[in-house]
């Protein structure tokens, strides 16, 4: 059995220098050098980047072979006892009992409540200078993740989730140096939580389901103990910072070709706002995955070999690392025409850039048993964020910006995207196709 080729790197630290400095730029140059298995240490680790689909398929649904080994979030150091970081039946057992949360009529159902808290947000942008839409998207994706996963209960405490949660993770990005602001922070998040519960109780359940249900029913039933329900319900709302990531990267995206900008107005003016309404439009659709294509908010999975694992003439043994990068995987020129530029188009069924690809080519969410169980929230939300941001404003990027990557946990533009605003005109709407999908809105609004 042959070994796989890779960089020979320092015999100290092997490639880490080089990923270091670089991680992207590293794990893609190194695959269309070395092909789609190869290997690299950093430091003592022994590592394979792999980018064969039938090699990830087996690594994804191979439960009793490999452990999740991607870097937890300092959340998640946090707030332990969430699906994020339970291993084998419990994981499995946790994903089928808030299953039903995440289904599309759910979803849906609580999507009206999310519209109304972005439109409201929105509504409080300034316009006329360059100012950082990231921290404006970060503030909007809490509030809508709140109202879509604990549903009406999520009414009553939205303004304090979306105080608490940011002042519980900026203490936690300073290493929590004031212990006693972050113990105070920690608190007022949890009981912000327990107020939900205890309205879910009083109420007697939801018209829909959402994720207090079962997490009430299992404390209820001494399943689960309240801390334990909420790190879950902590560990889902942490989800708006990569969901922001993605939105700031569609709006750079979006204004860089004003084109797709004007078509994507066009469609969304002649488009009722309604969630279900904006769900289904299909220009925004392929906006959204064309985003989470170039600019998936996470840019690596890694898995640790339990035991023996080959594939083809690989062989990676017990305690090596296997890399998966969906930002890899999704510029790759095998799977995709043009990879490195920004085609909503290939998303567009009937389009001349739409084409089949294996499932392991697109994986901004993940693949397998480990898949992120908020997908469809992460996307509804994008959706509804970008559907009023385009509706109401027009946006462009300062003369001479050049996003590159700020960071890399999740990747986001530099600077937290400076943007240049200004407010579309109602006649501009209404000429656009607003009289169609809405003229008692319109006139309503005017009075």
Not at 152 to 180: C, F, K, S, Y
Not at 207 to 217: A, E, I, M, Q, S
Not at 279 to 302: F, G, K
Request: aromatic share 6%; hydrophobic share 45%; net charge neutral.
């Amino acid at each position: 059995m042959s070994s796989s080729p890779g960089p020979k790197g320092h015999p100290l630290h092997g490639s880490w220098p080089e990923f270091r400095a670089d991680p992207l730029a590293f794990l893609l140059d190194g695959t269309l050098s070395y092909g789609d298995f190869f290997r690299f240490r950093l430091g003592l680790q022994q590592c394979f980047a792999v980018s064969d689909p039938a090699a990830i398929q087996k690594v994804f649904s191979d439960r009793e072979g490999f452990t999740d080994k991607t870097p937890p979030h300092r959340m998640q150091d946090a707030y332990p006892r969430s699906v994020a970081r339970l291993e084998g039946s419990e994981h499995l057992e946790r994903r089928r009992a808030l299953a039903p949360a995440f289904q599309r009529e759910a979803l849906l159902a609580r999507a009206e409540g999310a519209a109304r808290v972005v439109r409201e947000a929105l509504g409080r942008l300034r316009t006329g200078e360059a100012r950082a839409a990231l921290p404006v998207l970060e503030d909007v994706a809490l509030r809508s993740a709140s109202m879509l996963l604990l549903g009406d209960a999520g009414e009553r405490v939205v303004e304090h989730i979306a105080t608490e949660l940011p002042r519980v993770e900026a203490w936690l990005g300073h290493a929590a140096d004031d212990e006693a602001a972050y113990d105070q922070a920690r608190e007022a998040l949890a009981a912000s939580i327990r107020e939900a519960a205890e309205h879910r109780r009083a109420a007697g359940g939801p018209g829909t389901t959402d994720l207090l249900d079962p997490l009430v029913r299992a404390v209820d039933a001494g399943q689960m103990d309240e801390q334990a329900m909420i790190d879950e319900i902590v560990m889902m709302l942490v989800t708006h910072v990569p969901t922001a990531a993605a939105s700031a990267w569609a709006l750079h995206e979006l204004a860089r070709r004003p084109e797709v900008r004007s078509s994507l107005e066009e469609e969304l003016d002649a488009t009722g706002a309604h969630g279900a309404e904006v769900e289904r439009a299909p220009l925004l659709s392929a906006v959204v995955l064309e985003t989470l294509r170039l600019h998936p908010p996470v840019w690596v999975l890694a898995r640790e070999a339990r035991r023996e694992f080959r594939h083809g003439p690989h062989a990676v043994s017990a305690g090596n690392e296997v890399l998966v990068s969906p930002y890899v995987m999704q510029r790759l020129p095998r799977y995709w025409k043009r990879p490195e530029a920004f085609l909503p188009e290939r998303f567009l069924p009937g389009s001349p850039w739409h084409e089949d690809r294996p499932s392991a080519a697109f994986l901004p969410f993940g693949l397998g048993i480990r898949k992120c169980i908020g997908e469809r929230t992460a996307i509804l939300q994008m959706k509804l964020m970008l559907a009023a941001l385009v509706r109401e404003f027009r946006f462009e990027l300062p003369a001479g910006y050049e996003a590159g990557v700020g960071g890399r946990r999740p990747l986001v533009p530099r600077d937290g995207l400076p943007l240049l605003l200004e407010r579309r005109s109602r006649t501009d709407r209404w000429l656009r196709g607003d009289a169609l999908a809405g003229g008692a809105a319109i006139s309503a609004s005017s009075r």
